[in-house]
T-cell receptor, first 114, second 116 residues
Framework: AQKVTQAQTEISVVEKEDVTLDCVYE???????LFWYKQPPSGELVFLIR??????QNEISGRYSWNFQKSTSSFNFTITASQVVDSAVYFC???????????FGKGTKLTVNP | EAGVAQSPRYKIIEKRQSVAFWCNPI?????LYWYQQILGQGPKLLIQ????????DSQLPKDRFSAERLKGVDSTLKIQPAKLEDSAVYLC??????????????FGPGTRLLVL
């Protein structure tokens, strides 16, 4: 069965600090897809990134970067030089080949203080 | 391009009452999903439609929850009768198609339900 674990429930940082959000997943499939979503206080889930299991290249998008390591079943998310607007709950999610169902972790609440 | 629309944004009802939520997906998206998000948890899939057919409703409590997508566009999720534990945010999402290849799902703003 598929499972996503986000061990960090809450993280608090000061603006301009770097912060890494951890995500560990479990699946028996060799083909699967990993996602990160951001949920600001308004409640809407905002798509950040999608990765398939065959692409282990790390990705950078502005201040955001993602580190995918199949050897440790992890897909971690780093925000560089955090800003107050980054404050939100961040969810990691997994879907397996043949199913579009997203299985989410419990989320990590990030608070960036000025 | 307009995103996923949902209404109402908030709803307060008493237990044993009924309630309905509406969702309009992104134009051209064939697949529509309803998720339930309980406070402090990640969203959990309730039902998935491909056009107007059900793909997965294995986690839908069918004794009280129902959903339809009659014309393959917008969808309605109903709860009857509501229980206290149904208090949650109901999120609708859509994706372009269903091919089991991890299509990106785009979410609406959600409906916050409080059952008293």
């Amino acid at each position: 069965a598929q499972k996503v674990t986000q061990a960090q429930t809450e993280i608090s940082v000061v603006e301009k600090e770097d912060v890494t959000l951890d995500c560990v997943y479990e699946t028996r499939d060799t083909t699967y897809y990993l996602f990160w979503y951001k949920q600001p206080p308004s409640g809407e889930l905002v798509f950040l990134i999608r990765r398939n299991s065959f692409d282990e290249q790390n990705e950078i998008s502005g201040r955001y970067s993602w580190n995918f390591q199949k050897s440790t079943s992890s897909f971690n998310f780093t925000i560089t030089a955090s800003q107050v607007v980054d404050s939100a709950v961040y969810f990691c999610a997994l879907s397996e080949a043949g199913s579009e169902k997203l299985v989410f972790g419990k989320g990590t609440k990030l608070t960036v203080n000025p | 391009e307009a995103g996923v629309a949902q209404s109402p944004r908030y709803k307060i009802i008493e237990k044993r009452q009924s309630v309905a939520f509406w969702c309009n997906p992104i134009s051209g998206h064939a697949t529509l999903y309803w998720y339930q998000q309980i406070l402090g948890q990640g969203p959990k899939l309730l039902i998935q439609f491909q056009n107007n057919g059900v793909v997965d409703d294995s986690q839908l409590p069918k004794d009280r929850f129902s959903a339809e997508r009659l014309k393959g566009v917008d969808s309605t999720l109903k709860i009857q009768p509501a229980k206290l534990e149904d208090s949650a945010v109901y999120l609708c999402a859509s994706s372009l198609r269903t091919k089991g290849r991890g299509e990106t799902q785009y979410f609406g703003p959600g409906t916050r339900l409080l059952v008293l």
